[in-house]
């Protein structure tokens, strides 16, 4: 079936370090991909998506490209702050007609030190 | 409004009892979206509105969930019976026509005791 898969966390880094969060997905079809953004006591955002294939997408200094050949959509970021401490959820749709249902990943935990 | 609000935030039901929570979408978003989140998991897909139509309720769990959203506005997701593994957040997302992009609620988070 269909499904997301993205490295566990948490991830703990210093700030100002290089930012990347993997996931891949299996698909029957040709999904839209997302990153959504969980900060502590909000909702959930979105951050950053992909409709196609090599579509790269961006948003406050994230960056993620869609890369068919290895049903990957990895999340980068040059140089965190302590502010992007979040989880972090990847998520596919666009399977199943009008539905648009997202299919999520167990999100991963990014904790940022000053 | 602004955005989408849920309620209550929180409810802490005794097993056996009967829970509803409700949804307001942003004004004019046609589709809505419930989702039920377990503790340390993505969330996953419960059922989806288009106006007042549920167009897909392959995600409720048993038929002791139940979801409408009569007027085509306002959603009450109504959990009879309620079970300690209903634990969990409860996730409301509009969509607007065309777009892909779904916005959530802040949640509501179920306790069953």
């Known amino acids: 079936g269909n499904s997301v898969t993205q490295m566990e966390g948490p991830v703990t880094l210093s700030e100002e370090a290089f930012l990347t969060i993997n996931c891949t997905y299996t698909a029957t079809g040709y999904p839209s991909l997302f990153w959504y953004v969980q900060y502590p006591g909000e909702g959930l955002q979105l951050l950053l998506k992909?409709?196609?294939?090599?579509d790269k997408g961006s948003n406050k200094g994230f960056e993620a490209t869609y890369r068919k050949e290895t049903t990957s959509f990895h999340l980068e970021k040059g140089s965190v702050q302590v502010s992007d401490s979040a989880v972090y959820f990847c998520?596919?749709?666009?399977?199943?007609?009008?539905?648009?249902?997202?299919?999520f990943g167990t999100g991963t935990l990014l904790a940022v030190q000053p | 409004g602004a955005g989408v609000s849920q309620s209550p935030r929180y409810k802490v039901a005794k097993r056996g009892q009967d829970v509803a929570l409700r949804c307001d979408p942003i004004?004019?978003?046609?589709?809505l979206f419930w989702y039920q989140q377990a503790l340390g998991q993505g969330p996953e897909f419960l059922t989806y509105f288009q106006n007042e139509a549920q167009l897909d309720k392959s995600g409720l769990p048993s038929d002791r969930f139940f979801a409408e959203r009569p007027e085509g506005s306002v959603s009450t997701l109504k959990i009879q019976r309620t079970q300690q593994e209903d634990s969990a957040v409860y996730l409301c997302?509009?969509?607007?026509?065309?777009?892909?992009?779904?916005?959530f609620g802040p949640g509501t988070r179920l306790l069953v005791l």
């Open positions: 998520a596919l749709s666009g399977l199943d007609g009008a539905t648009n249902k997202l299919i």
């Open positions: 997302a509009s969509m607007r026509p065309g777009t892909q992009t779904q916005y």
């Open positions: 992909a409709t196609k294939a090599d």
């Open positions: 004004s004019g978003h046609v589709s």
